[in-house]
C-alpha cells in the first residue's frame, strides 16, 4: 500500500465517486428498461441526465490530474474524450427534441460501461494492488466499445441535424440560442470529421497503452 497523504486521498475519492455515480447510473438505465421495456428509452435522459451530467462535467478535473502527474495517462486522449462526451452532452441538453431520442440512452449506456470498466481499475491501482484481469478488461474490452460509443455519437449528430436546419419547425429557435452569426448544422458537420480523427488517435494510443502495460505485467510476472 501507498502512504497516506492528501493527493492520493484526493484522486481515490475523485474515483469512488465516479464509480459510484457511473453505477447509480447504469442500474438506475437497467432497472428502467426491465420494468417498463421499450418507453424506458424515451426519459432516460430525464431520470440520469442531472447524475450524467454532474459526473461529465466533474471529469474535466481529469485533465489536471494528468497534467498534475497525480494521474499517469497521456494528456490528449484523455483530453478528446473528455471534450467529446462534455460537447455532446450540451448538444443534448440545449436540444431538447433529442432528449427523448432512444439513441441517447445507448450513448449514456455505453458511456457507463466505459466508465465502469475503468474507474475500478484506477481504484486498484491507487491503492497500489493491480488486477491482471481488470488490466486486460481496461485495455481490451474498452477499445471497442470504445468505437461504438463513438458510432452513437455520430449518430445523434446526424439526427441533429434534421432539428436544426433552416427548414426545421424549431431551427430559428435553437439556432438564435447558440448564435446569430454562426450556422450549427455548418458547425456540427464540421465537428464529425474532428471528431473521427480524435477517436483515431485516441484508438492508436489506447492500443500502445494497452501493449505497454501488457508488457509490464509479463515481465512483472517472469521476475516473480
Known amino acids: 500500500m501507498r502512504k497516506l497523504s492528501f493527493r492520493l486521498a484526493y484522486i481515490f475519492s475523485y474515483n469512488l465517486f465516479q464509480f459510484c455515480g457511473h453505477t447509480w447510473i447504469l442500474a438506475n438505465t437497467i432497472a428502467r428498461f426491465l420494468t417498463f421495456g421499450r ?17 461529465q462535467l466533474l471529469s474535466i478535473l481529469e485533465l489536471f ?11 490528449l486522449p484523455r483530453f478528446v474524450q473528455v471534450m467529446e462526451k462534455n460537447l455532446l452532452l450540451v448538444l443534448v441538453i440545449v436540444l431538447e427534441e433529442m432528449q427523448s431520442k432512444p439513441v441517447v440512452c445507448v450513448m449514456f449506456f455505453l458511456w457507463n460501461v466505459l466508465d465502469l470498466l475503468r474507474y475500478p481499475h484506477e481504484l486498484l491501482c491507487v491503492m497500489d494492488t493491480p488486477s491482471m484481469a481488470m488490466l486486460w478488461i481496461r485495455y481490451t474490452l474498452w477499445i ?15 439526427q441533429t441535424l434534421h432539428h436544426v436546419e433552416p427548414t426545421a419547425p424549431n431551427s430559428s429557435r435553437m439556432n438564435s440560442t447558440v448564435s446569430t452569426h454562426l450556422h450549427l448544422p455548418f458547425l456540427l458537420m464540421a465537428y464529425l470529421p474532428l471528431l473521427a480523427l480524435g477517436a483515431s488517435l485516441t484508438v492508436w494510443q489506447l492500443l500502445k497503452e494497452r501493449q505497454h502495460h501488457l508488457e509490464k505485467w509479463n515481465k512483472k510476472m517472469k521476475k516473480k
Open 39 to 55: 418507453d424506458a428509452l424515451a426519459d432516460t435522459f430525464y431520470s440520469v441526465g442531472l447524475v450524467m451530467s454532474l459526473c
Open 65 to 75: 490530474h494528468i497534467a498534475d502527474g497525480i494521474e499517469k495517462a497521456k494528456l
Open 144 to 158: 471497442p466499445l470504445y468505437v461504438l460509443s463513438v458510432v452513437t455519437e455520430v449518430v445523434i449528430i446526424h
